[in-house]
């Protein structure tokens, strides 16, 4: 009942704070009113000012002379030339001056029309100097005059303004009380329902009370009125750049709104369009139902997308963006028929972040580096994502020139009997571009794997820069890498499992999973559990490789990609993935270690963390493979290593000669060969295409 009571106050303050704003705006339009009145009564005084003025002046000439309100067109009816200089002074001078002079034509004109009996019967004129001061002074209060009704209309505008501005907020407050007593009733009828229910049903439903709460109260931005009985509508992000849009939704929408295996877009919500339903709540849901999808994949904000990497969306006929006004009829009339999914399209770079799964700013830099050098090398562990990096990137430099990504992106699979069929396929480039045809050339060469054509020197040769832009993925290799920057011109990016774009790539990926699954199924909490658990196991056996061996043989994300979304399948899966692949791996990998560098910390068996942490509900797992000190050899050698750890100058050439190793390709090929091949032992192992 205290947040009902809460609620109830919270409405009696709004309603209080509108009744004050009515008030407001009765008062504002009764003054508005009584300045009316007294602009009619000014606007009278200057009439009978006016008249007061024309019967000053009869006898005198003034009678024929034209009133104030057809100055202007008297004077645009005239020639330049002949009035330019009484144009420019005051109507009453002008006229007070042809009155008075001998020569002027009209006053001749008028004497010859009137005949002699008129002249006769007229009084005689006033004396100039009197009919001056007169005309002077009703002049003055009609400035006067004219200064204090142009204050009352400054006066009036800025009343208006604020009238239409206490309006709007009036408005806005009725919709916000509005939605406040809905939620107030809301909350009524969960707290109504609890009295007779049990104390544990209770608690349960006030958790629940409370998560449905933080549902209904604004953290961000106020939740759109939206009706939800209206037709129920996809959201959907396409996966893909703005200027392929188009051909995309005709190749697979069509005119009539209907999907053909459209497998390049991803749900992220569901939503209600009315008969009501305004286009700027629609904006309002849209930007909001992409913010909430992006805070659940990342929720550390490490993707920094937000509302502002929408470019535009479309639903059925209409395309609504930033920077234009609305379409003709309501968002209602183009949800019509079979159309049932909303399309959202995301800025160029903002879209390869959202498909990579990258941070912006990495994509940004990413796609400077090969618009600006032409030639990118990415280095890494096996499995660290380089291959499906190199692939998006390639495909996005295509988009931005306007090519289609599946004739302008070439990808060459290097192996250890390739070597010399790259140099004939860069060879043949090479010529194509000699000839200025580039129309039939790919703008975006991938070369994966290249650390596999020995030796590199020979294998590229003397590159032209003509060439395509050639984007290459090469394991964690320095000194190849060295070489390729100062020989061929490669600027190399490194892909390490500890630094971006790979450290938070498992997690991205798992819960953009989870999250399509419970788009349509509901909430997996249990499943959610283990997706979560297992980047948390990932970074466990990178530090543990990190303390027995070295950061060259780190494990890549790609190995838990494929975990299934079911309970018993996923435990069987982590079951065969941690018995014929790392297990081995690490025993094989400390022992290396172990013989390189000596024992460097107390020996901790890595199966311990899974035993602890175990996120399946029963019985901990039985048949997990351990991994001992004796597996990795330090019982035999405990006596050397303990002698080895009590003298500071051979721990101090360890570690010179581990930085040594580090940058040299000293066993980086088997390493990657023996965890690639260990992953093919296993039953119900996976992989993706991200390598």
């Not at 002046?57 to 330049?80: E, K, N, Y």
């Not at 499992?497 to 990926?509: C, D």
């Not at 172990?594 to 048949?623: E, K, M, S, V």
Request: glycine share 6%; net charge negative.
């Amino acid at each position: 009942m205290d947040v009902a009571s809460r609620f109830a106050h919270v409405v009696s303050a709004f309603e209080q704070s509108l009744t004050s704003m009515t008030q407001r705006l009765q008062h504002l339009t009764a003054t508005s009113e009584k300045k009316e009145t007294e602009l009619q009564e000014l606007r009278q005084a200057m009439d009978a000012l006016r008249a007061q003025s024309l019967q000053a002046g009869i006898g005198t000439g003034l009678a024929r002379q034209p009133s104030s309100d057809s100055v202007s067109s008297l004077s645009s009816a005239c020639s330049l030339e002949k009035h330019d200089k009484k144009k420019k002074k005051g109507w009453l001078r002008s006229s007070f001056t042809k009155a008075f002079s001998r020569n002027a034509k009209v006053t001749k004109v008028q004497c010859q029309n009137e005949g002699e009996n008129e002249r006769t019967h007229s009084p005689p004129p006033p004396a100039p100097t009197d009919a001056g001061q007169e005309v002077a002074e009703l002049q003055k209060q009609l400035r006067e005059k004219d200064l204090v009704l142009t204050d009352i209309r400054l006066e009036a505008l800025s009343s208006a303004h604020q009238l239409e501005s206490l309006k709007d907020t009036v408005m806005k407050m009725r919709s916000e009380m509005l939605s406040l007593k809905q939620n107030n009733e809301r909350l009524q009828r969960m707290v109504s329902g609890t009295p007779n229910l049990p104390t544990d049903l209770t608690d349960t439903r006030s958790t629940s009370s409370m998560d449905a709460l933080s549902d209904l109260i604004p953290t961000e931005e106020p939740l759109p009125d939206v009706e939800t009985d209206g037709k129920r509508i996809a959201i959907s992000v396409y996966l893909g750049q703005p200027q392929s849009f188009e051909k995309y939704y005709i190749e697979h929408y069509g005119y009539d709104g209907i999907g053909d295996n459209a497998t390049t877009e991803i749900s992220i919500a569901h939503t209600s369009i009315g008969a009501t339903t305004s286009w700027g709540q629609l904006d309002n849901v849209v930007r909001r139902a992409f913010k909430q999808y992006v805070a659940r994949l990342d929720p550390g904000g490490g993707l920094g997308l937000g509302s502002d990497a929408i470019a535009s969306y479309k639903l059925g006929e209409a395309e609504r963006k930033p920077d234009s006004g609305p379409p003709d009829l309501l968002p209602v009339g183009y949800a019509v028929g079979r159309v049932t999914t909303l399309h959202v399209v995301l800025q160029p770079v903002a879209a390869l972040a959202f498909e990579a799964l990258i941070p912006k700013s990495v994509a940004q830099r990413l796609v400077s580096l090969l618009a600006e050098h032409r030639r990118l090398l990415l280095c890494g562990a096996p499995g660290t994502g380089k291959t499906h990096l190199a692939t998006r990137l390639a495909e996005f430099h295509a988009q931005s020139l306007g090519r289609d990504p599946a004739e302008a992106v070439a990808t060459f699979n290097v192996d250890n009997k390739s070597g010399k069929e790259l140099r004939q396929y860069l060879s043949h480039l090479s010529e194509q571009a000699a000839t200025g045809d580039n129309s039939v050339l790919p703008c975006v060469v991938v070369l994966d794997n290249l650390h596999k054509a020995r030796p590199l020197a020979d294998t590229l040769g003397s590159l032209p820069r003509n060439l395509p832009c050639l984007l290459g993925t090469m394991a964690q290799s320095a000194c190849s890498a060295t070489d390729l920057q100062l020989h061929h011109g490669f600027r190399w990016v490194l892909v390490a499992p500890h630094m971006e774009p790979a450290r938070g790539l498992l997690g991205r990926v798992l819960r953009r999973r989870l999250a399509t699954l419970e788009l349509e199924q509901g909430p997996q909490p249990e499943l959610a559990a283990i997706l979560g658990w297992l980047p948390r196991v990932w970074q466990h056996l990178n530090a543990f490789l990190d303390t027995h061996s070295s950061g060259d043989v780190a494990i890549g994300p790609r190995l838990f990609l494929s975990c299934p979304l079911e309970l018993d399948a996923a435990r069987a899966w982590f079951a065969d993935v941690w018995n014929y692949s790392l297990a081995p791996y690490l025993r094989e990998a400390a022992r290396e270690g172990l013989q390189l560098y000596g024992r460097r910390a107390p020996w901790t068996d890595p199966t311990q963390f899974i035993l602890d942490t175990y996120p399946w509900p029963g019985a901990p797992p039985q048949g997990l493979t351990t991994i001992s000190a004796k597996d990795v050899g330090l019982e035999t050698g405990q006596a050397a290593q303990a002698d080895n750890e009590g003298d500071p100058l051979l721990n101090m050439l360890m570690r010179l000669q581990e930085a040594a190793n580090y940058s040299s390709p000293h066993s980086n090929d088997s390493d990657c060969n023996s965890l690639d091949s260990n992953i093919t032992h296993g039953s119900n192992v996976g992989t993706e295409s991200v390598s």
